[in-house]
């Protein structure tokens, strides 16, 4: 079963870290172009960030460049993004993607993990 499952969901104050995993069963990740979005409360889905299957650089949102990173983990199947320097308008519900038939938008989506940022 093809299944993408996210974790490392939490509440943290302005200024923290969290990290976001995202394991595939199913097939390989690293076949795959992965990306991470996001959806706030009364806001449309966006994307965060993805990494490619080549040498292609990662690539972020203009708001979250130089605070958020994103990698893989080939031995794991897994897909992280490290996020630092947390702001409120950071809060959402995030969600990794994966392209696996190479089509430009994903076919496989995980159920999501919370992130809320307040003081």
């Known amino acids: 079963q093809v299944q993408l499952v996210e974790s490392g969901g939490g509440m943290v104050q302005p200024g923290g870290s969290l990290r976001l995993s995202c394991v595939a069963s199913?097939?390989?990740?690293?076949?795959?172009?992965i990306g991470w979005f996001r959806r706030a409360p009364g806001k449309e889905r966006e994307a965060v960030s993805c990494?490619?299957?080549?040498?292609?650089?990662?690539r972020y949102r203009d708001s979250v460049r130089g605070r958020f990173t994103i990698s893989r983990d080939n031995a794991k199947n897994t897909v992280s993004l490290q996020m630092n320097s947390l702001k409120p308008e950071d809060t959402a519900v995030y969600y990794c993607?994966?392209?696996?038939?190479?089509?430009?938008?994903?076919?496989?989506w995980g159920q999501g993990t919370q992130v809320t940022v307040s003081s």
């Open positions: 993607a994966a392209d696996r038939l190479g089509v430009g938008s994903p076919d496989t």
């Open positions: 199913g097939f390989t990740l690293n076949a795959a172009k």
């Open positions: 990494i490619g299957t080549s040498t292609l650089p990662e």
